[in-house]
Every structure is written in C-alpha cells, then in structure tokens.
C-alpha cells in the first residue's frame, strides 16, 4: 500500500472503532491474492452469526471519513445485535482505488467480488467465534450489486463449506442483473430510493418480479422520496453530477440522507439477517 492510502486506511480504521465496535486487520488467502479485510466482533466468545459485508465504489481506502461513518456506524448496530461483521478490501488488496468513474472497473462486482464475497466466507467459517450455518452477505451500491450476483442459483459455491443463509443489498444497480433473468438461492431483500435516478428502484422491481416462482423468497422495499445512500447520517441530500458510468444517463443525482429510510434500513436489517 502506498504511503498516503496506508495513512487512509490507518484514518478510516480510528474513525470505524470510535463509531463504536473497534477494528481489526485480517487476511485472506484468495488464491495468488492476499485480500485484506477488516474485522468486528461482539463482546464475549460467540460462536455468533456473521456478515460479509461489500463496500460501494468508493472502496475502504478512498473515502476513509465519508465510508468511515457508515460502514462504522452498520458495523456498531449489527455487533450489538450478535453479528461478526467483516469487509474484505476489494480494490486496496489489488492496488487499485476507486472505481466509481471507470466505464471499465478493473474489479468487477460479477467475478472479482463475488471471489472475494466468498473468500470471505470461507475464512469466516475457519474461526470459532463464528457460526459457520449462519453467515450472510449486505452490500452497498456496487457492493449490492455484488451481492446479487454471488447468491444467484448458478453461482452456489463449490466448496464444501455451509451455504450463505440470506442477503441484503442497498440501493444496487439491477439492470443488467435484470437483463441475466436474475434470481436467487438464499432470501434476498433489497432496499432502495424511490427518488435514486442513479440505481433505478422501478429496475430492481421488475427484476425482483420476474424472479418469482423460481427464485427463494426476494423483497423489495422503495422508500419514497429517498435517493442514493440514503443510509449515510448527516449527509445533506442534494443533487451531484455524475458521469456516465455512475448513471444512465449521466446527470444530476440525489444522494444523502433520508431520516425515514435511513432509520427503517437500521430496523429492518438486523432483523432480516437473523432470520
């Protein structure tokens, strides 16, 4: 790691332990890859359930304080509820930042990431603070989109190893996930803005309708009025450029906090992991 994005990193990991649970580095064997993540865990021995849990675009490094806030904040309400939470670094660990204006990422939410989801996993259910049956995914905007794409039928892992049990995605990209007939194996919500013009929520309903009769059980909740990270506190909610690429179209975007949604995520998630 670069000296700048190791200062980053060292920054964002402060803030992460004083939003509540603290942090702890990891590695993960991945192959020729060390993926680097990082770790919480409740108070007391466990075994507990688990959360793998994907940043968005911006990556760990990239935007220590703004990804800090949330990714600290999630990690604090599920480690309070029971849950192991970790965030295996998909762009630090290859050398690349963010890959949020790239019409071509180097790593992809389809192939890279859902390698990485399931790394992850693997290496979970290697400790024993950890209930190997009982681990789930929750992502982010790119993240989500990952998400999705790991807990498709045609994705089930190859290992010997217990299946993930359920998944939650924020506001994710369903396009092209729609375009593949998506669907799932494990219980799938999704959680979005009825004003998000970046990740449409009208997407992301006919995908999740298409997927009836042949999928395990998928929800989708639009919540109106709220756009892009909607989960992100005191983040003042305004319209943002975005390029081609973030956006289809590109244009002016809503993103930032909605109390309504943001408060109902943070209800209704815990609640669906411990399912």
């Known amino acids: 790691m670069h000296c700048k994005a190791f200062v980053s990193a060292l920054a964002g990991a402060a803030l992460w332990a004083t939003a509540g649970a603290a942090a702890e580095a990891v590695n993960i064997p991945e192959g020729n890859l060390t993926l680097r993540a990082t770790l919480y865990r409740p108070q007391g021995t466990g075994p507990f359930p688990a959360v793998v849990a994907l940043h968005d675009c911006g990556g760990l490094e990239g935007r220590p304080t703004t990804n800090a806030e949330v990714y600290g904040e999630w990690s604090t309400v599920l480690a309070a509820k029971g849950f192991v939470v970790i965030f295996p670094d998909s762009f630090g660990s290859r050398g690349v930042g963010a890959q949020c204006r790239l019409r071509e990422p180097k790593v992809r939410a389809s192939r890279e990431r859902v390698a990485d989801a399931n790394a992850a996993r693997r290496w979970l259910q290697t400790q024993n603070f950890v209930r190997r049956d ?22 089930t892992p190859r290992d010997s190893g217990a299946d993930f049990r359920s998944a939650v995605a ?29 990740t449409l929520a009208s997407t992301c309903e006919q995908m999740v309708a298409g997927a009836r009769g042949r999928s395990a059980r998928a929800e989708i909740v639009v919540y109106p009025g709220a756009g892009h990270d909607f989960d992100r506190a005191n983040s003042l ?39």
Do not use: F, K
Request: net charge positive; hydrophobic share 40%; aromatic share 6%.
């Open 134 to 155: 009982r681990i789930s995914l929750l992502g982010w905007s790119s993240g989500a989109i990952a998400a999705l794409w790991t807990v498709r039928p045609n994705a």
């Open 170 to 198: 924020l506001y994710p990209g369903c396009a092209r996930l729609h375009q593949t007939a998506w669907s799932a194996r494990v219980p799938t919500l999704i959680l979005i803005g009825g004003a998000d013009e970046s």
């Open 237 to 275: 909610a305004r319209p943002r450029t975005e390029p081609s690429g973030v956006a289809d179209p590109p244009g002016r975007v809503r993103r930032g906090t909605n109390p309504a949604a943001r408060a109902d995520a943070l209800r209704r998630v815990p609640l669906w992991l411990a399912r």
